[in-house]
């Protein structure tokens, strides 16, 4: 992507929290107003649902396809959950930061460990925190999705996930949803300026420096 002239790197951006915490309106806040980042597609062998469509939802893969991709190195992340494996397909991703397009990722901190492995510098973690435990309870209740003993689980569930709040590079406690949104829109922002992305910047600098006296 190019903006002032100047050829950037794009980055993965993650975002993982607690259920209820806001991650998933945050993240489509963010891929509403911003054309510069887009939510990483994953990959499944699960059976495709009513309505799924094949590079948009999901990629579909069978088992033999994805295990095949698996030994050769072919995710940035992977898990099984029950029968089925799901993980994110290195090759679109690589593709989409060398056009200097931003990639989302919605993964938990075990995914996040992983992505940290294979693309450390190009990752951007954030973490999102409810404003108490009080209110994370008042909102998955207020959902009215979900059973008492599956609101319970979750619950239990998002003290583990919080546990592991230190191993992200930046946090945002989601209080005030347009105060979060702005909050993470700084985040991009500043992290799209490092040096280290601009991978412009040598010749953009060597153009404003030479023969910069003939333009006096």
Do not use: C
């Amino acid at each position: 992507m190019m903006k002032n002239n100047i050829i950037r790197r794009g980055l993965l951006l993650v975002l993982s929290s607690p259920s209820g915490a806001g991650k998933s309106t945050l993240s489509r806040l963010i891929l509403e107003k911003d054309n510069e980042i887009t939510m990483s597609v994953s990959a499944t062998t699960r059976t495709p649902r009513k309505g799924e469509t094949e590079g948009v939802d999901y990629y579909f893969k069978s088992k033999d396809q994805f295990e095949f991709l698996i030994e050769k190195d072919g995710f940035l992340e992977y898990a099984k959950v029950f029968d089925n494996y799901y993980g994110s397909p290195a090759a679109p991703v690589e593709a989409a930061l060398e056009k200097g397009m931003d990639v989302l990722f919605d993964v938990d901190w075990q995914g996040t460990q992983q992505l940290s492995q294979k693309m450390k510098n190009d990752l951007v973690r954030v973490f999102i925190l409810p404003p108490s435990k009080k209110e994370l309870l008042n909102r998955l209740t207020g959902r009215g999705q979900d059973s008492k003993d599956v609101i319970a689980s979750r619950m239990k569930k998002a003290s583990a996930e919080i546990s592991h709040w230190a191993e992200y590079d930046y946090i945002i406690v989601n209080d005030n949803l347009q105060q979060a949104e702005k909050e993470l829109i700084a985040i991009l922002a500043a992290e799209r300026l490092k040096r280290s992305r601009q991978t412009g910047l040598v010749g953009f600098v060597q153009g404003l420096m030479s023969n910069s006296g003939n333009d006096l």
